[in-house]
């Protein structure tokens, strides 16, 4: 016990200092009836995850009451008891020494060590996350870089909204998946969880804020407390780009649009051939009703009906009998859930059931023909090839409302899951602000997208992705003091918009500077030396194809881009332009003068 504890029990009265030793036993004893609940639930009472021997947790087990198992409560117990973490494993080895034997002398030595600080541990991330190194960001760049171009194109503007919401907020939208929340601790004040999704966040923003008719783009992370598979993609956080147009607009125009979207990405980025499986829910409830589903297990049996593309139908069905559904009715629901159309002939499927019994049911017609008039919107927009109409696809979550769909890869081999999916939630909105708001959206499953890109870049490279940055240029030197030379030479390719480097060593030899180049693959070099400055010219080498030329100081910048150097953040014309801004006696850096551009560089002082 710390001493502290023992003064200020001293300095009570007997009273006061029974009542307090009381409350203390009453805590104790309540902490161990959980932990006995927890054990019997989990059956793994008396086992401690702490990675210790056998004789060290024997010895252990020796400070606790008679008939009380040894397990993390019951450590926490412990320490409470005791005042600290060492103190219990010094009773621990008292008892041990007591014994004739010592087990945990080195445990109390690493714990102890740890207390203060001075030790270390083995430093680790949390399950279902993961730290991405510099090759892995280019590949998240380049995704980044073409959803939201595709975004952009169609008219969409980007918001934004906190990463965590009243716990309220989000509960009751997502049917079973609910469990998945994230719950924060409650630090005396509001009830809060971390956002499950970007698509109920938005109906909360659309109720507060009111905009009217709305194409939102959000790019963000997103947090479920799901069983992590790292190799298919999924994680406890990872982003979601999700496209949405909120607003009343003509039946299946926005639909379409966002279906568009989908396949304008999923088209331009490196992850090969797919289909978008495509349903929708009023069809799916009246396949229920139609086959004797009660109305109270429409969303249960839904939810069992989504895990078709990974479930036989004999596993999905046996699901339906245990959660109450009649074996009929089962039978009946399997005669249409298996029903699908391949890529590009949605159409042939919609046919079987416009002379089936959905076309006399009002709101399974009435989907059908909506269906109708999507596919002839998506063949106008080029988008049909992809679309396959598959009867299995229920999308658990409870908030949809009519059209749904999803996104698969045709090869597989990565074993991912979908890539994307959406739908429409018309009345989302309306359980916030009371008024509904039609909105239909999409959400780009970015994090899948990701590792297939980046296995199939392995793939093709034959190793793992290289790191480093993405320079185009270095600024080497042949000879001694020309550090600040390179410094001035990057400058002004920096604000030419290229990126460059200029090596963070003085005086190193150019076969160095070569080879360090070509080792991280940068494709230029600009080189100067002592003949170089007295001539006012640099030599520009390209790596790739193996040539160099010497050219003036004043075109160096037009060189490189002659030759295929990007430059970021100015569009073709301004290249020209600000190359030709240059004063054409411009003075390579070791002169005394100001070289001056008058519209991208600013005036740069070069020494002599």
Request: charged share 30%.
């Given at each position: ?74 450590l ?29 002398v080195?445990?109390?030595e ?29 590949v ?15 008219g ?5 909204t ?5 716990k ?98 999923l ?8 289909k ?7 069809i ?7 086959c ?44 249409f ?12 499927l ?7 019994p ?16 999507l ?35 045709l090869?597989?081999?990565?074993g ?8 429409r ?13 039609p ?8 994090e ?6 980046e ?32 410094m001035?030479?990057a400058?002004?390719?920096w604000e ?94 070791g ?12 005036s ?5």
């Amino acid at each position: 016990m710390r001493r502290e504890d023992e003064e200020k029990l001293a300095a009570m009265t007997p009273e006061q200092r029974e009542k307090t030793l009381e409350k203390r036993r009453k805590k104790a004893e309540k902490a161990a009836a959980k932990a006995a609940k927890k054990a019997s639930r989990s059956g793994a009472a008396g086992k401690l995850g702490l990675g210790l021997g056998g004789g060290v947790l024997s010895v252990l087990q020796k400070c606790l009451p008679e008939g009380r198992e040894l397990d993390s409560s019951a450590l926490e117990d412990l320490i409470a008891a005791r005042g600290s973490l060492l103190d219990v494993f010094a009773a621990a080895d008292a008892a041990a020494r007591a014994l004739g034997s010592n087990p945990v002398v080195k445990c109390i030595e690493s714990l102890a060590s740890m207390e203060t600080g001075s030790g270390r541990r083995v430093p680790k991330i949390a399950r279902g996350t993961r730290d991405f190194h510099p090759s892995q960001m280019r590949v998240r760049e380049e995704a980044f870089g073409i959803i939201r171009r595709v975004f952009k194109m169609h008219g969409a503007v980007e918001i934004d909204t906190p990463v965590f919401e009243l716990k309220e907020t989000l509960t009751g939208k997502y049917g079973e998946d609910t469990k998945l929340i994230y719950d924060l601790a409650d630090q005396g004040g509001e009830i809060l969880a971390l956002r499950y999704d970007l698509t109920v966040p938005f109906a909360r923003y659309l109720a507060m804020h009111a905009p009217g008719n709305i194409k939102r783009f959000h790019m963000a992370k997103v947090y479920r407390r799901d069983n992590p598979q790292l190799a298919r993609g999924r994680y406890r956080e990872f982003y979601q780009c999700d496209f949405d147009i909120a607003g009343t607009y003509d039946v299946m125009v926005a639909d379409a649009e966002v279906l568009s979207v989908v396949v304008s990405i999923l088209g331009d980025l490196p992850i090969g051939p797919f289909k978008i499986k495509l349903n929708d829910r009023r069809i799916l409830d009246a396949i229920f009703e139609i086959c004797g589903c009660p109305a109270a297990k429409f969303r249960t049996i839904c939810s069992a009906v989504d895990k078709l593309d990974k479930e036989p139908w004999e596993t999905v069905k046996a699901e339906m009998l245990d959660k109450g559904l009649d074996e009929a009715a089962a039978d009946r629901i399997g005669e249409f859930v298996t029903l699908t159309a391949e890529p590009g002939r949605p159409f042939d499927l919609l046919r079987k059931l416009e002379g089936g019994p959905l076309a006399s049911h009002p709101s399974g017609s009435q989907a059908i023909g909506e269906l109708a008039t999507l596919f002839g919107y998506l063949e106008s927009m080029g988008a049909l090839p992809r679309i396959s109409l598959d009867m299995s696809l229920a999308r658990g979550l409870d908030y949809y409302t009519g059209v749904i769909y999803e996104a698969v890869l045709l090869d597989n081999r990565f074993g991912v899951g979908s890539i994307a999916a959406g739908g429409r939630y018309d009345n989302l909105v309306g359980m916030f602000s009371g008024n509904a708001t039609p909105c239909v959206g999409v959400s780009v499953g970015v994090e899948r997208v990701f590792a297939i890109m980046e296995r199939l870049m392995e793939e093709r490279s034959g190793d793992e992705l290289r790191g480093g940055a993405q320079i185009q240029v270095l600024v080497a030197s042949v000879g001694n003091d020309l550090l600040r030379e390179r410094m001035n030479i990057a400058q002004r390719l920096w604000e030419s918009g290229i990126s460059a480097e200029f090596g963070l060593t003085g005086n190193r030899k150019f076969t160095k500077q070569l080879q360090d180049a070509l080792e991280r693959r940068i494709p230029f070099m600009v080189i100067i030396g002592a003949d170089e400055l007295k001539r006012r010219v640099v030599k520009v080498k390209n790596l790739r194809e193996k040539y160099e030329h010497v050219v003036p100081f004043s075109a160096m910048v037009e060189e490189l881009v002659a030759q295929g150097v990007q430059v970021h953040g100015a569009q073709k014309g301004d290249v020209a332009d600000t190359v030709g801004d240059l004063q054409p006696d411009a003075e390579i850096p070791g002169t005394p003068v100001l070289i001056t551009a008058t519209k991208r560089f600013s005036s740069l002082n070069l020494r002599a």
